[in-house]
T-cell receptor, first 113, second 110 residues
């Protein structure tokens, strides 16, 4: 029974490039959450998606960041024109419903050079 | 004032000690309280989950919630080196997202 899967596990980008982070939820889960963890900081909520819908994006930076969770395939967090401040660990979590336990993936560590 | 406050430590204890980890919060509407454990360079894993005030015990772990003081605790009895990790408290926000403390880094020395 596979847990939440994220890829890539490590991603290196130069300033100005695009980063695409993928998340496959646990089997049977249709709710996905993205969190960012900066060095020495706790996890910060970014966006909450259900299949084909964004439920809450109150934690997303207004520019350069977008997320989607299509009917088929993984959820994708996209960061355009990355800057050094985007270097962080990005975690995805999934749940079977709103208010249900969230299970986390292993994270993608993004390094912007 | 941050919504959730947690002392980042680090906290170092000898094996077998009782560990007390704490968080305070400001939003009295929070009803669900969680503790996650995160090993280095891994994703957080859920340890304990409590609703409203009271205690909950699971093996060597006990979670306490005092809503009147807006204070939650996690106790670890007979701590083991394998308990060395960062412990994150979390509360459910209004839309189902989790609001985390910064995490307390715990080291249990053999």
């Amino acid at each position: 029974n596979a847990g939440v899967m994220q890829n890539p596990r490590h991603l290196v980008r130069r300033r100005g490039q695009e980063a695409r982070l993928r998340c496959s939820p646990m089997k049977g889960h249709s709710h996905v959450y993205w969190y960012r963890q900066l060095p020495e900081e706790g996890l910060k909520f970014m966006v909450y998606l259900q299949k084909e819908n964004i439920i809450d994006e109150s934690g997303m930076p207004k520019e350069r960041f977008s997320a989607e969770f299509p009917k088929e395939g993984p959820s994708i967090l996209r960061i355009q024109q990355v800057v050094r401040g985007d270097s962080a660990a990005y975690f995805c979590a999934s749940s079977s419903g709103q208010g249900e336990t969230q299970y986390f993936g292993p994270g993608t560590r993004l390094l912007v050079l | 004032q941050k919504e959730v406050e947690q002392d980042p430590g680090p906290l170092s204890v000898p094996e077998g000690a009782i560990v007390s980890l704490n968080c305070t919060y400001s939003n009295s509407a929070f009803q669900y309280f969680m503790w996650y454990r995160q090993y280095s360079r891994k994703g957080p894993e859920l340890l304990m989950y409590t609703y409203s005030s009271g205690n909950k015990e699971d093996g060597r772990f006990t979670a306490q919630v005092d809503k009147s003081s807006k204070y939650i605790s996690l106790f670890i009895r007979d701590s083991q080196p394998s308990d060395s990790a960062t412990y994150l408290c979390a509360m459910w926000g209004s839309q189902g997202n989790l609001i985390f403390g910064k995490g307390t880094k715990l080291s249990v020395k053999p």
